[in-house]
């Protein structure tokens, strides 16, 4: 089936959109073909066309395709076919390919045996005889009856192949195993993210501080642990003099208060806390370790919690009336409902 690219009035009334949590992703479902800048809207947002499914796809969630998928379709909807579900319909539309291939392959074969009695019992092909011409043109047709018979079969297994790989793909991503490693990801991409909310924080207060123009021309070509102070070509443009250094300063200035205030990390932030809570609801109860905290388990422990200091780590529980500092970047998200679950306009 070719990509839809026409489409008439009314777009909202005739696209809905889903999200599923299970593989992070969003879906189209139009009702009529796309007109061409529809279409092309769709495809430089990453979705993709399914035939077999009659749907556009795209691989992961973001902001952008959300707010696309909102806009053509007005809200977005769970979606109602699951992982298996979805897996147990593409590995029936597999087998019966391999079904087709396999008919193909037994046709081929009983045609080739049809074409082999012309050589029963070792009849060999008469070297200048009337019959000569027949006999090869026999053979070769015998010969590619059997070429095509091996084709067919190889077709039939890769198919059964790859029904059986959607089967244990579904499987295993559903695996206790690799969902707790699902979370162990999203925990990662989650400090990632408040690494460039403290980066943000540090610059931003560290501009505030340097202000003149010999100290500033210093700073530009600097860095601090957590990355540069400011973008690398900012510092040559300095000293071609294209750029003065308290503009320089003001620019490292916005830069850092963009990223302070930005919408798209809070939104990925939000999308992430939530799919935490998703996976960790699946993956159910984690029985609680009541052995003995050495540092052998407290080094992989802290490794993959993103701790990398060698500070003494404290063996003992803390005290009933100690309470944790907030973060200093936090969304306090008042529902775990997945944001893109929303109407337009909505929050």
């Known amino acids: 089936m070719s990509e839809p690219q026409f489409l008439t009035s009314e777009i909202a009334m005739i696209i809905s959109a889903t999200y599923s949590p299970e593989d992070n992703k969003l879906r189209l479902y139009p009702s009529a073909r796309l007109d061409a800048e529809t279409y092309q809207r769709v495809k430089d947002a990453g979705f993709v066309w399914a035939p077999k499914q009659e749907l556009f796809v795209a691989p992961k969630w973001s902001p952008a395709r959300e707010d696309l998928a909102i806009e053509l379709a007005g809200e977005i909807e769970p979606e109602e076919m699951t992982l298996v579900e979805r897996a147990q319909a593409k590995a ?112 931003f207060a560290m501009w505030e501080k340097v202000t003149e123009d010999e100290t500033i021309k210093v700073a530009i070509g600097r860095s601090i642990p957590t990355g540069q102070l400011a973008p690398w070509d900012l510092w040559g443009k300095v000293e071609r003099g294209e750029v003065s250094p308290q503009e320089a300063r003001q620019q490292c200035i916005d830069a850092a208060q963009r990223s302070l205030s930005s919408d798209r990390r809070r939104r990925y932030i939000e999308h992430t806390l939530n799919r935490l809570s998703y996976e960790r609801e699946l993956l159910g109860p984690v029985r609680r370790y009541e052995g003995e905290l050495t540092p052998v388990i407290h080094k992989p422990l802290l490794a993959s919690t993103g701790r990398t200091s060698r500070r003494r780590v404290r063996l003992t529980p803390r005290p009933s009336s100690w309470k944790a500092k907030p973060p200093c970047h936090s969304t306090s998200p008042t529902t775990l409902n997945f944001p893109c679950l929303r109407r337009n306009g909505g929050t």
Do not use: C
């Open 92 to 203: 029936e539309r597999l087998d019966e390919l391999a079904i087709k291939r396999h008919r193909q392959a037994n046709a081929f074969q009983r045609a080739a045996e049809d074409l082999s009695e012309a050589f029963a019992y070792g009849q060999p092909i008469l070297v200048g005889h009337h019959s000569e011409r027949k006999a090869r043109k026999t053979q070769e047709r015998m010969q590619a009856a059997m070429t095509n018979a091996n084709k067919a079969q190889k077709l039939a297994n890769y198919w059964l192949y790859r029904a059986e790989g959607v089967q244990l793909h579904a499987n295993y991503k559903n695996d206790p195993r690799v969902r707790a490693n699902r979370i162990k990801t999203l925990l990662a991409d989650l400090r990632d993210m408040q690494r460039e909310i403290n980066h943000a924080y540090l610059t």
